[in-house]
Each structure stands twice: as structure tokens, then as C-alpha cells.
Antibody
Framework: QVQLMDSGGDVVQPGGSLRLSCAAS????????MHWVRQAPGKGLEWVAFIRYDGVNQYYADSVKGRFTISRDNSENMVYLQMDSLRPEDTAMYFCAKSECTRTSCLLWADYWGQGTRVTVSS | EVVMTQSPATLSVSPGERATLSCRASQSVTSKLAWYQQKPGQAPRLLIY???TRATGIAARFSGSGSGTEFTLTISSLQSEDFAVYHCQQYNNWPLTFGGGTKVEIK
């Protein structure tokens, strides 16, 4: 079955960097686009970034544009979120999620989610 | 960006009763609207996509309707496992956006 395992969350100081990872299994990873979504403590969901199946196109929320970079390695079934210039407001649980966006049909809902990895930005 | 507004913020319902949750978009998102259920300490779970199509394995008591800017999620007869937070999301425009969520609690 589809499994997404998020990892890499930690406590980091403001201005620092962190790389989150998501290991995918149970589906043909290389044909589906992938999301990162976050949830600050006690708050709602916030979409963060998306990468197409081939990694050529990425999309970002305005709040992270220029600071975060989404990437993927289709040979390893991994998706990453490189987070630089971290701010206290980036403190959240980060989830990776699979989309139904392929080369032929791009449907952007998130049908499977990882369990999340916690990022805390604090001095 | 498209602002998604969910109402009410909290809905108190007795088991067996019907629950109606609303989601409004600041501009048309056609039918590109999804609903998710989230329980404490868990990841969200996809319930509905395309405004009205149930995801795999989702019980028939969950139904979605609407298009354009007004959407509704209805739970026809609340079961104990349905008490949770429900989020709507539009995927018609970048950036994708979520509503603030509706918490369905036991009355």
C-alpha cells in the first residue's frame, strides 16, 4: 500500500537551515507530483510547495518563496524540502503528500499523506 | 490568492444527527475543491475531491456538493469516529489554499 515516511524535523535557530525528507513506497513514485503541507501548532493546514513528476516544475506558497526549495530523486523514491533562512513562523508539523498529478492528467488534491515531521524554529 | 473561508469554526452535533459544513472561495474555483478529515495527532485524510466525488474507502454518509464559490460537506448521520476537524482546499489556482477548518464536536 502507499506509504510516505517524513523525516528530518528538528529544533533550529532563526536564520538556520534544515532539510526534510519523504520516503515513498507502494506506488509508481516517478509518475506523480508531490506536495509539502504544514500545520502550525493549533492552526489550520497551509500548502507549502509542489513538484511535478519529473522535477522540472515547482510551485511555492508566497510565504516560503525564495527560502524553501522542493526537489525529488526518482531513482530513490524521495522528495525533499530544503528550508533556508528559517523564521519562528515556520514552526509547524510538515507533511509530504502524494497528488494525482501525472504527465497526462494533473489533479492536485492530496490523496495520501505522511505522518509528519516537526520543525521548531527558536533561539 | 484564493481565500477559502469555512463556517462555522466549531459545530456541535449529537451522534446520529446531520452535520452541514460550508466552504466559500473568494473567487471561482470551478469544481476543484477537496475536503479532508483530520483527527488529533494524525495526518489529514482525503474525503472528497472534485467537490463531490468520495475518495476510495470513504463512507457513503459523507457527501460533497457545490461549484464555483460555494461548497458544502454533509455528514448524514454522525458516528463517533466522525468527530474531527474538516478542511477544505482549492486546487484550481496557484498557490493552493486551505480553509481554516471546521471542528465537529460532540454536543
Amino acid at each position: 500500500q502507499v506509504q510516505l515516511m517524513d523525516s528530518g524535523g528538528d529544533v533550529v535557530q532563526p536564520g538556520g537551515s534544515l532539510r526534510l525528507s519523504c520516503a515513498a513506497s507502494g506506488f509508481s513514485f516517478k509518475i506523480f507530483g508531490m506536495h509539502w503541507v504544514r500545520q502550525a501548532p493549533g492552526k489550520g493546514l497551509e500548502w507549502v510547495a509542489f513538484i511535478r513528476y519529473d522535477g522540472v516544475n515547482q510551485y511555492y506558497a508566497d510565504s516560503v518563496k525564495g527560502r524553501f526549495t522542493i526537489s525529488r530523486d526518482n531513482s530513490e523514491n524521495m522528495v525533499y524540502l530544503q528550508m533556508d533562512s528559517l523564521r519562528p513562523e515556520d514552526t509547524a508539523m510538515y507533511f509530504c503528500a502524494k497528488s494525482e498529478c501525472t504527465r497526462t492528467s494533473c489533479l492536485l488534491w492530496a490523496d495520501y499523506w505522511g505522518q509528519g515531521t516537526r520543525v521548531t524554529v527558536s533561539s | 490568492e484564493v481565500v477559502m473561508t469555512q463556517s462555522p469554526a466549531t459545530l456541535s452535533v449529537s451522534p446520529g444527527e446531520r452535520a452541514t459544513l460550508s466552504c466559500r472561495a473568494s473567487q471561482s474555483v470551478t469544481s476543484k475543491l477537496a475536503w479532508y478529515q483530520q483527527k488529533p495527532g494524525q495526518a489529514p485524510r482525503l474525503l472528497i475531491y472534485g467537490a463531490s466525488t468520495r475518495a476510495t474507502g470513504i463512507a457513503a454518509r459523507f457527501s460533497g456538493s457545490g461549484s464555483g464559490t460555494e461548497f458544502t460537506l454533509t455528514i448524514s448521520s454522525l458516528q463517533s469516529e466522525d468527530f474531527a476537524v474538516y478542511h477544505c482546499q482549492q486546487y484550481n489556482n496557484w498557490p493552493l489554499t486551505f480553509g481554516g477548518g471546521t471542528k465537529v464536536e460532540i454536543k
